[in-house]
């Protein structure tokens, strides 16, 4: 690995907590509505550095951000890591597959979409148990999920552009 | 920030691409028509009506989580709704049968000695208790 690598993955990653640990200070009317902040910073890496360091982001993210909170190794750390892996792996696969097909604003959407989906099953696996439950709440969660995917989607396009001057002129 | 709020919205806007669009029009879609059928798909059991000596006493939806006390014949019964199901936690039955019973989510449960009536139904009255024997 480059230090150049080590540098970026540390600052966003760094990035990263600091947004996940912020959106747990904002109220929210439903206490696990979570805007995903933190997923700003995943896709900008992926799109900017590629999906190595953007699961590498990721999985930081999630570790540290539970050890700081104070749920690591609980079930909302499974719950965290399993929509972050799975919500990464698909923007990446997306995004190396159909490079110009979306923007940012699209694999946002696509992320959440993965993210919400795996909570959902990792909530029916080791929790609720009871299909009907999922199935009622799948629609609320996956409609407020393509909300919020869509905003953070739209800062980060909004990001992107105004590093991408900068990006090219370093590298 | 150089530019006013409109260009950056319209700048945000102008980089999504028609998949975009078509992909938030296909969630939409998917999550309405989801959020409509669940309505439908919903089991009509979803109404908890307690009954003590064939008087109802309490109406209650099943998705909404309380605890509630009922004052009997020979004592308070407590019924708890959580997690849309019912059960009964506390009675003063000597032989516990209600309690035993544990979490319905549909059918009843019967407490004699206390003559508590616990149904899950869709609301239409169950039509009372015709004889009690013991």
């Known amino acids: ?171 | 920030m150089h530019r006013k709020d409109r260009g950056l919205i319209k700048e945000l806007l102008k980089q999504t691409t028609p998949y975009d669009w078509l992909l938030l029009f296909f969630l939409i879609i998917v999550s309405l028509s989801g959020l409509i059928s669940m309505k439908k798909f919903l089991p009509s059991g979803s109404l908890v009506t307690i009954e003590v000596e064939g008087r109802e006493v309490y109406k209650l939806s099943l998705f909404q989580d309380r605890t509630v006390e009922i004052k009997g014949p020979i004592g308070t019964t407590v019924v708890e709704i959580k997690g849309q199901r019912v059960r009964i936690v506390e009675s003063p039955c000597p032989n516990k049968i209600c309690i035993k019973q544990g979490w319905i989510s549909r059918g009843a449960i019967v407490c004699l000695p206390n003559r508590v009536v616990v149904t899950v139904g869709s609301g239409e009255t169950t039509g009372g208790i015709d004889a009690i024997t013991r």
Not at chain 1, 101 to 121: D, K
Request: aromatic content about 12%.
């Open chain 1, 1 to 171: 690995m480059q230090s150049q690598d080590r540098v970026r993955i540390a600052l966003l990653a760094g990035y990263a907590i600091g947004l996940h640990m912020l959106e747990r200070l904002i109220p929210t009317p439903i206490p696990w509505l979570r805007f995903g902040l933190a997923n700003i910073i995943t896709l900008i890496a992926i799109m900017l550095y590629g999906f190595r360091i953007g699961m590498m982001i990721t999985l930081i993210r999630v570790f540290l951000g539970s050890l700081f909170v104070g749920t690591f190794l609980g079930p909302a750390f499974a719950m965290s890591l399993g929509g972050g892996i799975v919500s990464t792996c698909a923007m990446a696969v997306v995004y190396r597959t159909l490079p110009l097909l979306f923007s940012p604003f699209g694999l946002s959407l696509i992320g959440a979409f993965f993210h919400n989906v795996t909570q959902l099953a990792l909530a029916y696996l080791l929790f609720v148990r009871r299909i009907e439950v999922i199935l009622y709440l799948s629609p609320i969660i996956l409609f407020l999920g393509i909300i919020t995917g869509g905003i953070n989607g739209l800062i980060c396009g909004f990001i992107i552009k105004r590093l991408e001057p900068e990006i090219t002129h370093i590298s």
